[in-house]
């Protein structure tokens, strides 16, 4: 009887430091299942050639993919736009605002950050930081004044920053369509 109590008493001490256990480790990585990381680090592409308004890369599912991007890399920025040509081993894109220097053989980031900075560094726009009130509290904005009864709401992530609503602002028209 001594001893059914002692396995009792013991399983009892085990299942719950058990339970414990079981319980820390579900807090510490719940941030990993519960908050969103929009940081992740842009996919990397090697750069095979470079002439004036066209830049290849090497293909990837992130090269190939239609649209404008942002290409980063340590000490610069450019934009890269349509695809022109591709081939198994490579795919070749417009190539526009570059700060920095490119050369073949570099590695760089393929991402969504289309422009860098607020609408006056991106595109010249006067532009005023705001919050607007949302369901989680306030959100971080952009107003950029305008002269019209249009207007665009674009929102970006719940990390506090604008960064990402900026790829948003400007509109694939006149010049910039050949980019789209």
Known sequence: MRSRRKWLIGGGVALLAALAILAAVSWHFSDAVLVPNHDSPARQA???RVSPGRIALERNSDTQRPG???LEWTGGHAVIGAILDADADR???????????LAPGMDVGVEPNVWVGDPRQAFGYRSEEVEVSGELGPMPAWLVPGHRDTWRSSCTESTRRRKRGCGSCQPCTGEDSRLC
């Open 46 to 48: 090697k750069i095979k």
């Open 68 to 70: 404008v991007y942002g």
């Open 91 to 101: 795919v070749t894109r417009r190539l526009r605002d570059v700060y920095g220097y």
